[in-house]
């Protein structure tokens, strides 16, 4: 992932980040939950969190978020599983990075 070594993430941010991150593995968690986080609350939550993120960020996460959209519309769940998890390893990537 492309992180500019000047970036670091808010204490805000980082909580977003971390936040996203839990929601996004458990709406791909094989885990039968009442209250798991759907595709929906995972878009809003990431809309939310784009503008504070790098550009070069945020250009590499928004194609994994297109293509979950993209499989819940076409009810394809292991596309969806699969964007998700990609989804949720990017995003403990930048924590890791940008801490």
Partial sequence: ??????????????????DLEAAVRLAASTTDMVARPDVIDIHDAWVKLQP??????????????????DAFNDRNTGAMKREQEDIAARLAELRRVAA
């Fill in 52 to 69: 504070r993120l790098p550009q070069a960020t945020w250009l590499q996460l928004e194609p994994s978020i297109a293509r979950m959209l």
């Fill in 1 to 18: 992932m492309q992180i500019p070594s000047d970036y670091w993430l808010t204490g805000e941010t980082f909580e977003d980040v971390l």
